[in-house]
């Protein structure tokens, strides 16, 4: 049964439900048409309508341009199609690796590229051990057979390289991109892998012993089919 309100007049009292009072119903419908013409007409109504919508332009245009920026101040390691930096003409660029960097060596941070590229460094048993190479541009580089223990290589960009043979024992290997590299018979011994990648790489005959990897590395790196059965079975993959 619908219930009358009693804090309004008379002319103005509707049935919450159906009412059956014609007159109020009348008069109400008549008192909601008029107001609502005079928002639409008024333009103190219409233009906070407008503010609105053109905040809704502005916010949507300012997520963009964050969300673009984000993706090009990603790291190297973060994707294989990123755009990289011209190749160095510095004169005996690739002797800079004997030297290595030491600024900011946790997080890839370096006063000017150390560019590595194509530098050929195959068989090397002395002048790479323990330095680092933090954020390091080694696409295409060869290191095939060098001593490369202990050495840091933070964000390193190695798309491309090979490693064939190549002693990572006792290195940090952290976030390091290795997609499409030959690692074929490299040794990690005792490495830090946390976060790098192995797409596409080759890995037949790599060494796995005592490698320090977390959980969702390990579960990415497992998926590479090129893995001995050796290596799955010392890595734990199932």
Same mark, same amino acid.
């Given at each position: 049964?619908?219930?009358?309100?009693?804090?309004?007049?008379?002319?103005?009292?509707?049935?919450?439900?159906?009412?059956?009072?014609?007159?109020?119903?009348?008069?109400?419908?008549?008192?909601?048409?008029?107001? /609502?013409?005079r928002r639409?007409?008024? &333009?103190? $109504?219409?233009?906070?309508?407008?503010?609105?919508?053109?905040?809704?332009?502005?916010?949507?245009?300012?997520?963009?341009?964050?969300?673009?920026?984000?993706?090009?101040? #990603?790291?190297?390691?973060?994707?294989a199609n990123?755009?990289?930096?011209?190749?160095?003409?510095? &004169?005996?660029?690739?002797?800079?690796?004997?030297?290595?960097?030491?600024?900011?060596?946790?997080?890839?941070?370096?006063?000017? &590229?150390?560019?590595?590229?194509?530098?050929? %460094?195959?068989?090397?048993?002395?002048?790479?051990?323990?330095?680092?190479?933090?954020? /390091?541009?080694?696409?295409?580089?060869?290191?095939?057979?060098?001593?490369?223990?202990?050495?840091?290589?933070?964000?390193?960009? /190695?798309?491309?390289?090979?490693?064939?043979?190549?002693?990572?024992?006792?290195?940090?290997?952290?976030?390091?991109?290795?997609?499409?590299?030959?690692?074929?018979?490299?040794?990690?011994?005792?490495?830090?892998?946390?976060?790098?990648?192995?797409?596409?790489? $080759?890995?037949?005959? #790599?060494?796995?012993?005592?490698?320090?990897?977390? %959980?969702?590395?390990?579960?990415?790196?497992?998926?590479?089919?090129?893995?001995?059965?050796?290596?799955?079975?010392?890595?734990?993959?199932?």
């Amino acid at each position: 049964m619908a219930t009358l309100s009693n804090s309004t007049p008379m002319s103005q009292k509707v049935f919450s439900a159906t009412g059956r009072n014609s007159l109020s119903t009348r008069h109400h419908r008549s008192s909601l048409r008029f107001s /609502a013409s005079r928002r639409d007409d008024d &333009p103190e $109504q219409v233009q906070p309508k407008e503010n609105v919508s053109r905040f809704k332009e502005l916010r949507s245009v300012a997520c963009g341009v964050l969300a673009a920026w984000a993706v090009t101040a #990603a790291s190297p390691v973060i994707g294989a199609n990123i755009r990289l930096p011209p190749l160095s003409t510095e &004169p005996n660029r690739c002797e800079r690796a004997f030297v290595g960097n030491t600024i900011g060596q946790a997080n890839g941070v370096y006063d000017k &590229p150390l560019d590595l590229r194509f530098c050929d %460094y195959a068989n090397d048993k002395s002048n790479l051990k323990g330095k680092s190479l933090a954020a /390091a541009l080694l696409s295409d580089a060869k290191f095939d057979g060098a001593d490369m223990t202990e050495v840091v290589m933070t964000k390193a960009y /190695a798309v491309g390289a090979s490693f064939k043979g190549t002693d990572f024992s006792n290195a940090v290997l952290d976030r390091v991109n290795f997609g499409k590299a030959n690692l074929q018979g490299a040794l990690f011994k005792n490495t830090v892998l946390s976060g790098s990648t192995f797409d596409e790489a $080759q890995l037949q005959d #790599a060494v796995f012993d005592d490698t320090i990897i977390g %959980y969702i590395d390990l579960q990415k790196l497992c998926t590479n089919k090129t893995i001995s059965e050796d290596g799955r079975a010392t890595l734990g993959c199932r």
